[in-house]
């Protein structure tokens, strides 16, 4: 076969597997690369040369970055701080939703706004008592406009932009992107609010996420604390100040008891020989008897109006169950005792929700409520000896938004769209630099950053280009740009982005718009070459098609992020989805010429 026709075999055959969907993506971009080298329409140099390229570094440092932003509980925050805005109203609700989705999704990646926002907006929606289905598909669409805001958005707008440095011509700025964002997003949010009531089905969902906004208050009251857990701090004026932790006496009348002395700087079990300024009494009783004893020894609320003080920046509670086989049955544990660890302190002890009485010894099924910093739930709840009801991480990220290392993670993220913006830096070095910044202050470990990329987009990026090489470097690309050129240049430019549009779109509601993009760029370039027109107006209304992806579950991961908890069936998309995808083909054909200039 000739380079060309091996190219669009192989092209063809991708097309088919992606629609085909069963088997991963990534199987099939690997696939065609390989293919592409063994019919010799590549080499092998070419065919593994996306794998370090710059825009596929770049996409990969932005997932950790944006892993970042939600471990810090700054998306977190920034959920809970737009749901308290809103109120009680549904349509306000959503006009708030469907901003913050938009905005989100131009810093970070648009299933990475929808995982921050979705369980806020189920909550919201169980508050309003309405269904979940009116607002988490307005939340997914409402990403997919907001992507075209900046050039972090999506990978995509990096690809368009990469296509233009390539061929000799400057690239798209860091917020040019805007200019066609703007329109998108408000044009998104005006139809939904018009045609959303009754375009979208009214079920719920059974499946809905857990709210940890009140885990404190939830696990007081089922292990029957009702007097209340308080943490003190030790002032420096405070008689407790060098005293062994063993000598301390709290109690005032049999109302208080004291459960842990934990060290101020890391909020662990104290260690050390006496107390300190700056060091904590985790106390259990009344609030009456803890204002009185703080008042006497000098003593502070270590955060007030903190969930009774359970959750903080640097510690917090974990419910765990004790399974059959655990090395811990037959053992007796009883709340105030530290664990073995040495780092965790033990609230309460119960079986089939009744308290254990001290040298009652553990079976299985029986629960344990822990407390000590997050870094040590994290890791000594990771053992086979105990079962973790809900995970630490995930109940720190809704109960203690704005938690530690939030500072230096916006520091981060500020950085990174100033680079980006101002154009000092390259957008993969700055967002290496940006990763590598949060690995190095701790936020993020070099584990931690390595899940939090998702390697199926990466990998896609870096396998999909040698596909765009063989049909720039065949010819292949240019004999499809004179097909769509003859069909429809010959009514001019209009026309042509019409049928881009066309093409782009439809492939992009079975296909990722990653591998959309990528597989369209050379045929675009080619064309404008053709046609004898300026890239940039093809590019970017690539770019606007590429996000159209709204007719099916399977276009987009946000897409189906919200096809279970909002209880959306296959069809349920297209409805909605037809008249956002022609206002995305108005924006494309016709508004984006008025910009960027043929």
């Known amino acids: 076969m000739t380079p060309i026709e091996s190219t669009a075999v192989v092209t063809v055959a991708a097309i088919a597997l992606f629609t085909w969907n069963r088997l991963p993506v990534v199987v099939v971009a690997i696939g065609a690369a390989l293919a592409l080298w063994a019919t010799g329409a590549v080499t092998?140099?070419?065919?593994?040369?996306?794998?370090?390229?710059?825009?596929?570094?770049f996409v990969a440092s932005l997932f950790i970055v944006s892993a970042a932003l939600e471990k810090t509980g700054v998306t977190a925050w920034a959920g809970q701080y737009l749901i308290a805005k809103a109120g009680s109203g549904q349509m306000r609700l959503l006009i708030i939703l469907m901003m913050a989705a938009g905005c989100l999704s131009a810093f970070i990646s648009g299933s990475g706004s929808v995982a921050a926002l979705m369980p806020v907006a189920v909550m919201a929606a169980v508050r309003l008592r309405q269904s979940p289905a009116q607002l988490l598909m307005p939340l997914a669409f409402a990403s997919h406009a907001g992507s075209n805001l900046l050039l972090t958005g999506a990978p995509k707008n990096i690809l368009v932009s990469e296509a233009l440095e390539d061929a000799g011509l400057p690239g798209f700025a860091f917020a040019e992107f805007a200019l066609v964002g703007l329109p998108l997003l408000a044009g998104t949010i005006a139809i939904i609010l018009l045609l959303g009531k009754r375009l979208l089905p009214q079920k719920s969902s059974a499946r809905l996420p857990a709210d940890f906004s009140q885990h404190a208050q939830t696990l007081v009251e089922h292990y029957g604390l009702s007097d209340g857990i308080f943490r003190l701090r030790v002032r420096s004026?405070?008689?407790?100040?060098g005293v062994n932790p063993a000598g301390i006496d709290v109690d005032l009348d049999g109302r208080l008891s004291l459960m842990a002395v934990q060290a101020g700087a890391s909020g662990m079990p104290l260690r050390a020989p006496a107390v300190s300024e700056g060091d904590y009494l985790l106390v259990r009783g009344d609030a009456e008897a803890v204002a009185k004893l703080a008042a006497d020894k000098h003593l502070a609320l270590r955060e007030a109006g903190d969930q009774s003080g359970l959750f903080s920046r640097r510690s917090g509670l974990a419910e765990v169950v004790i399974p059959p086989r655990s090395a811990l049955i037959g053992r007796a544990l009883f709340a105030g005792m530290v664990t073995d660890s040495g780092d965790l302190v033990v609230l309460a002890v119960q079986r089939a929700g009744v308290d254990l009485e001290p040298g009652d010894a553990l079976v299985a099924g029986d629960t344990l409520l822990l407390e000590g910093s997050w870094e040590a739930l994290d890791l000594r709840l990771d053992d086979p000896d105990v079962l973790v009801v809900n995970s630490p991480d995930l109940?720190?990220?809704?109960?203690v938004p704005m938690g530690a290392g939030a500072g230096v993670a916006l520091a981060v993220l500020a950085g990174l769209v100033t680079a980006l913006a101002t154009g000092i830096l390259p957008p993969a070095v700055a967002g290496l630099l940006g990763a590598g910044a949060l690995i190095a202050a701790g936020i993020m470990s070099v584990e931690q950053a390595y899940r939090a990329i998702n390697w199926t987009t990466v990998i896609l990026i870096a396998a999909m280009m040698p596909l765009s090489t063989a049909m720039v470097q065949s010819g292949a690309a240019k004999v499809v740009a004179d097909h769509l050129v003859s069909l429809t240049g010959g009514a001019g430019p209009i026309v042509f982005l019409a049928g881009l549009f066309v093409l782009t779109a439809s492939l992009g509601q079975v296909m990722s718009n990653t591998a959309t993009t990528m597989l369209v760029i050379p045929i675009a370039m080619a064309a404008a070459a053709g046609m004898g027109v300026s890239p940039r107006p093809v590019l970017m209304s690539l770019c606007v098609a590429g996000s159209a992806a709204f007719l099916t579950p399977i276009a987009t991961a946000t897409n189906m992020m919200v096809m279970g908890p909002g209880g959306y069936s296959f069809n349920s998309y297209w409805k909605l989805g037809t008249p956002l995808m022609l206002w995305f083909f108005v924006i494309?054909?016709?508004?984006?010429?008025?910009?960027?200039?043929?």
């Open 44 to 57: 092998l140099e070419q065919a593994f040369a996306g794998f370090g390229d710059r825009a596929a570094l």
């Open 588 to 598: 494309a054909v016709f508004y984006v010429p008025l910009i960027w200039r043929f």
């Open 237 to 241: 004026t405070s008689s407790y100040v």
């Open 395 to 399: 109940v720190r990220r809704q109960a």
